[in-house]
């Protein structure tokens, strides 16, 4: 089971970009998935999470910017981020809450499952 995120890159105050993230392997459920960051020398923040019903829930600092969606038959959760600034420079992480796989004989979970980062970098 991998979580692979993917479209961060370099853009200017004002620009956008849409981040994707692809869950893989022999998944049954995927239940709330989200986006975190790190910038450097700052903890891990939220950004954005969408639940299985679609319900959604943002960070004051994107709200109106950003905008979280998720297609449940690609297992894929997206990040369209609009308006972006150079506070917004971090490195995005997907997360899943709880997802749970076929491992061949039997059903298992996971929990709290991140992603590989991608880096997001707003020049003024």
């Known amino acids: 089971v991998q979580l692979q995120a993917s479209g961060g890159g370099l853009v200017q105050a004002g620009g956008s970009l849409r981040l994707s993230c692809a869950a893989s392997?022999?998944?049954?459920?995927?239940?709330?998935m989200g986006w975190y960051r790190q910038a450097p020398g700052k903890e891990r923040e939220l950004v954005a999470v969408i639940t299985s019903g679609g319900s959604t829930s943002y960070a004051n600092s994107v709200k109106g910017r950003f905008t979280i969606s998720r297609d449940n038959a690609k297992k894929t959760v997206y990040l369209q981020m609009n308006g972006l600034k150079p506070e917004d420079t971090a490195v995005y992480y997907c997360?899943?809450?709880?997802?749970?796989?076929?491992?061949?004989?039997?059903?298992?979970?996971?929990?709290?499952?991140w992603g590989q980062g991608t880096q997001v970098t707003v020049s003024s």
């Open positions: 392997g022999n998944i049954v459920t995927i239940n709330r």
């Open positions: 997360n899943v809450d709880h997802l749970t796989y076929y491992s061949g004989s039997s059903y298992s979970s996971k929990y709290d499952y």
